[in-house]
C-alpha cells in the first residue's frame, strides 16, 4: 500500500474512533487501568481502547495543521435525494410565493410554515366567504 494512503487511512480510523466522543453527556472517565479513554470536552459519550487496540493502531501524535492532503482521487458521482425522506409539495391554488420562510436543511415539524403565498383564488375564495356570511 502506498505510504500516503497508508497514514489517511490511519487518520481515518483514528477520526472514526473520536467522532462518538462529542455526542452527549456522561459521567466522570473511568480510572486508568491501562486503557485509553478519549472523553469530549465537558464530558460526553467515552470510546475506550485497551492496550492491544491501541498497539494495533500504531498512532502517531501530531499538532493539527492546514495543509493540502495528497493524493487525491475524483470519481464522477451524484448527489441524490434519499427517495423516502424527500417530498415534492404542489399548491393546492394558483399563486406567487412571496416568502420562504425555511432553508435547504432546516428541521420542519408538521404544521410549521413553510412558504407565504399570494393568491387571487384564496382572495376570492375569504371574499366570498365574508359576503355570504353578510348575506346569512
Given at each position: 500500500?502506498?505510504?500516503?494512503?497508508?497514514?489517511?487511512?490511519?487518520l481515518?480510523?483514528?477520526?472514526?474512533l473520536?467522532a462518538?466522543?462529542?455526542?452527549?453527556?456522561?459521567g466522570?472517565?473511568?480510572?486508568?487501568?491501562?486503557?485509553?479513554?478519549?472523553?469530549?470536552?465537558?464530558g460526553?459519550?467515552?470510546?475506550?481502547?485497551?492496550?492491544e487496540?491501541?498497539?494495533?493502531?500504531?498512532l502517531?501524535y501530531a499538532?493539527?495543521?492546514?495543509?493540502?492532503?495528497?493524493?487525491?482521487?475524483?470519481?464522477?458521482?451524484?448527489i441524490?435525494?434519499?427517495?423516502d425522506?424527500?417530498?415534492?409539495?404542489?399548491?393546492?391554488?394558483?399563486g406567487?410565493?412571496s416568502?420562504?420562510?425555511?432553508?435547504?436543511?432546516?428541521?420542519?415539524t408538521?404544521?410549521?410554515?413553510?412558504?407565504?403565498?399570494?393568491s387571487?383564488?384564496v382572495?376570492?375564495?375569504?371574499?366570498?366567504?365574508?359576503?355570504?356570511?353578510?348575506?346569512l
Amino acid at each position: 500500500m502506498n505510504r500516503g494512503y497508508k497514514d489517511l487511512s490511519k487518520l481515518f480510523a483514528f477520526a472514526c474512533l473520536l467522532a462518538p466522543a462529542g455526542c452527549g453527556g456522561g459521567g466522570e472517565p473511568e480510572p486508568d487501568n491501562g486503557n485509553a479513554v478519549i472523553e469530549a470536552e465537558g464530558g460526553g459519550d467515552r470510546v475506550v481502547l485497551g492496550s492491544e487496540a491501541l498497539e494495533s493502531l500504531d498512532l502517531e501524535y501530531a499538532t493539527a495543521e492546514v495543509m493540502n492532503l495528497t493524493p487525491s482521487l475524483e470519481v464522477p458521482a451524484e448527489i441524490v435525494p434519499i427517495p423516502d425522506r424527500h417530498a415534492t409539495i404542489g399548491p393546492r391554488v394558483a399563486g406567487r410565493v412571496s416568502r420562504v420562510d425555511v432553508n435547504v436543511g432546516d428541521e420542519v415539524t408538521p404544521g410549521s410554515p413553510i412558504v407565504t403565498m399570494e393568491s387571487v383564488d384564496v382572495g376570492r375564495a375569504a371574499a366570498d366567504y365574508i359576503s355570504a356570511e353578510a348575506d346569512l
